[in-house]
T-cell receptor
Framework: AQSVTQLDSQVPVFEEAPVELRCNYS??????LFWYVQYPNQGLQLLLK??????LVKGINGFEAEFNKSQTSFHLRKPSVHISDTAEYFC????????????FGKGTLLTVNP | SQTIHQWPATLVQPVGSPLSLECTVE??????LYWYRQAAGRGLQLLFY??????ISSEVPQNLSASRPQDRQFILSSKKLLLSDSGFYLC???????????FGPGTRLLVL
């Protein structure tokens, strides 16, 4: 079985500061990893994904994440955040298989303060 | 390009009333389709998924059901709503053999 742990339920930061949102997963087989962002009262938007290849993945809005197999982590980073980055962020994992089910973490609420 | 629609956007229903939420996808064929529920502070819970017309897999036993009458239409239903059915319902699709899921705008359901 696969699982995802987002270590911080809330992360407050000041505008223009760097941020890292942590995500750890567990799975017995190869994995595919995703980060989604959800703005208030909206659906989830795909930020970035790791399927294979380079372990450093760049996404939209200046975010990037690094897949670390030995530490089973997929942390999300941004060097300088904006007020508009305030949202909830979800990490998700899919193991190889035919049913394409995603397992989501419980989410991290990023609040960017002026 | 592909788009996914959900309606209604918001719904207020009394306990014991029926429910029908609709999700449609445009610009793709034979997608995998998913229904999730998001309750406050509890992340996303997968309710149902479908890999084809008439093929529904249930993840959580409850008073909800799902149907897929057409290739790109996915419906979430209930005969009698409970207070605990309140939440934000999200539909998602994924292209066959790829797996990245793309989400619709969601339906906010409040059961009173």
């Amino acid at each position: 079985a696969q699982s995802v742990t987002q270590l911080d339920s809330q992360v407050p930061v000041f505008e223009e500061a760097p941020v890292e949102l942590r995500c750890n997963y567990s799975s017995s087989v190869s994995v595919y990893l995703f980060w989604y962002v959800q703005y208030p009262n909206q659906g989830l938007q795909l930020l970035l994904k790791y399927l294979s290849g380079s372990t450093l993945v760049k996404g939209i809005n200046g975010f990037e994440a690094e897949f670390n197999k030995s530490q089973t982590s997929f942390h999300l980073r941004k060097p300088s955040v904006h007020i508009s980055d305030t949202a909830e962020y979800f990490c998700a994992v899919r193991s190889g298989g035919s049913n394409y089910k995603l397992t989501f973490g419980k989410g991290t609420l990023l609040t960017v303060n002026p | 390009s592909q788009t996914i629609h959900q309606w209604p956007a918001t719904l207020v229903q009394p306990v014991g009333s029926p429910l029908s939420l609709e999700c449609t996808v445009e610009g793709t064929s034979n997608p995998n389709l998913y229904w999730y529920r998001q309750a406050a502070g509890r992340g996303l819970q997968l309710l149902f998924y479908s890999v084809g017309i008439g093929q529904i897999s249930s993840e959580v036993p409850q008073n909800l059901s799902a149907s897929r009458p057409q290739d790109r239409q996915f419906i979430l239903s209930s005969k009698k709503l409970l207070l605990s059915d309140s939440g934000f319902y999200l539909c998602a699709w994924a292209a066959e053999n790829r797996g990245t899921q793309y989400f619709g705008p969601g339906t906010r359901l409040l059961v009173l």
